[in-house]
């Protein structure tokens, strides 16, 4: 009976642990968070994308790329077979230019973009705690940007990729700004150990 | 006898009348017409609202279709109340896809009722299922985004563009900063704004 307690205490203990230790270790591996160097230039970079077709749908702030599917943002890189991305009326506007005319004319804001279907988001040559430079990729069947919360939810078997550093989740929420991460039944693997926190 | 030739006399006076009637016919319909440098408003059927001006270099109407080139379609923002506020853009072309936020921005300075701009090299357009399709090159053009392809197809009542291949869009930094926590003063409340539209 008491060793039954101690092996349910244990089994606690560990699981915190490993929790722990796997969410703080890919914390550190600054996935999907902006690098330090001119982040001003690259936000005024405009965000391409290449796909095979795609809907407009103006009566409902909608657009859907489709088939082969590839962004190229300051920020980082997506491929996926299928995004949508949803438009809402501007909340706030962006600094005043001085010229009311332009002021006045308030567009659309992505609030949302989904990707669907083999997504992988790239974090090209990003500088680690050593120094090197290392490329920083994940991987799901799908992945929801929220723009308003700074957060990507994957999900469907999704997997983070930072040099030698892998963590695998039953879902993955990156929060972009702040750089935290949050795994739900996740698996951990770094430099050759292998952490649960199942 | 007689009765046999009567009915060839108003057999053969019915087919001169048709012959003569037809071509006539067409002009009142305007079936055959053809038209240069024009400009066409289509309004909702639901409300009468304005919801696009086609501009275009020729068309031709052969029934139901119309074939159109250089067809430019300007999308009018929902808005729009006063019908002064819509100025002819019948001489715009689309600017490349290179084009920085601040020439965007004044692009669309003075372009207030737009809300959207579709360009192409020629394009057919179904009356009836009020329909605009074409197989060349198309350019669309918004504040937020601007979009390139090859072929398209649009629904004036639904809104609707579809663009069928060869897709590049770039998506302009200041649609993406505005979601962001970080960028910009507090949100403003949106002023009150009227939807009556002014019917033609």
Not at chain 1, 158 to 166: D, E, F, K, T
Not at chain 2, 96 to 110: A, I, N, R, S
């Given at each position: ?198 | ?70 067809p430019k379609v ?18 715009v072309l689309p600017y490349p896809l ?18 959207a701009l579709i360009f192409a090299d ?12 074409g197989?060349s090159p198309v350019h669309y053009r918004s504040?937020?985004?601007s979009v390139d392809g090859v072929?398209f ?8 563009v579809?663009v069928?291949?060869?897709v590049r869009?770039v ?30």
């Amino acid at each position: 009976m008491t060793g039954n307690v101690y092996r349910k205490i244990g089994t606690a203990l560990l699981t915190a642990c490993l929790l722990s230790f796997s969410v703080e270790s890919f914390a550190q591996l600054q996935l999907f968070s902006s690098p330090s160097k001119n982040k001003k230039e690259k936000s005024d970079e405009p965000t391409i994308i290449n796909s095979d077709a795609m809907d407009i749908d103006m009566a409902n702030d909608k657009v859907t790329l489709l088939g082969n599917v590839d962004v190229q943002d300051p920020e980082m890189g997506i491929k996926c077979r299928k995004m949508i991305i949803f438009l809402g009326k501007s909340s706030k506007k962006t600094a005043s230019t001085g010229d009311a005319a332009r002021d006045e004319q308030s567009g659309k804001e992505v609030v949302r973009i989904e990707c669907i279907g083999d997504v992988v988001i790239t974090r090209n040559q990003v500088e680690n705690a050593n120094g090197t430079k290392e490329n920083q990729q994940a991987f799901a069947g799908k992945a929801v940007y929220e723009l308003k919360e700074d957060s990507i939810t994957l999900t469907e078997d999704p997997v983070l990729v930072s040099g030698p550093n892998r963590l695998r989740g039953e879902r993955i929420i990156l929060h972009t700004k702040t750089e935290r991460v949050l795994v739900f039944k996740g698996v951990a693997r770094t430099k050759g150990k292998m952490l649960n926190n199942q | 006898m007689v009765k046999t030739a009567g009915k060839i006399f108003w057999i053969v006076l019915l087919m001169l009348g048709a012959a003569v009637h037809l071509p006539g016919a067409d002009d009142m319909t305007g079936a055959a017409a053809s038209l240069k440098h024009f400009a066409l408003p289509e309004y909702s059927r639901a409300n009468g609202r304005l919801q696009f001006i086609l501009y275009g270099e020729t068309a031709r109407n052969l029934g139901a279709l119309v074939f159109l080139t250089q067809p430019k379609v300007d999308i009018v923002r929902n808005e729009v109340s006063n019908i002064l506020d819509i100025v002819s853009l019948a001489n715009v072309l689309p600017y490349p896809l290179t084009w920085t936020q601040g020439q965007v921005e004044d692009f669309w300075k003075d372009k207030k009722h737009s809300q959207a701009l579709i360009f192409a090299d020629s394009a057919e357009y179904d009356k009836n299922l009020r329909m605009l399709r074409g197989d060349s090159p198309v350019h669309y053009r918004s504040r937020e985004m601007s979009v390139d392809g090859v072929g398209f197809d649009a629904d004036q009542d639904r809104k609707f563009v579809h663009v069928r291949s060869k897709v590049r869009v770039v998506i302009y930094p200041d649609a993406r900063r505005r979601s962001a926590p970080s960028a910009g003063p507090e949100p403003k409340k949106d002023q009150e704004q009227k939807t009556n539209q002014e019917k033609k």
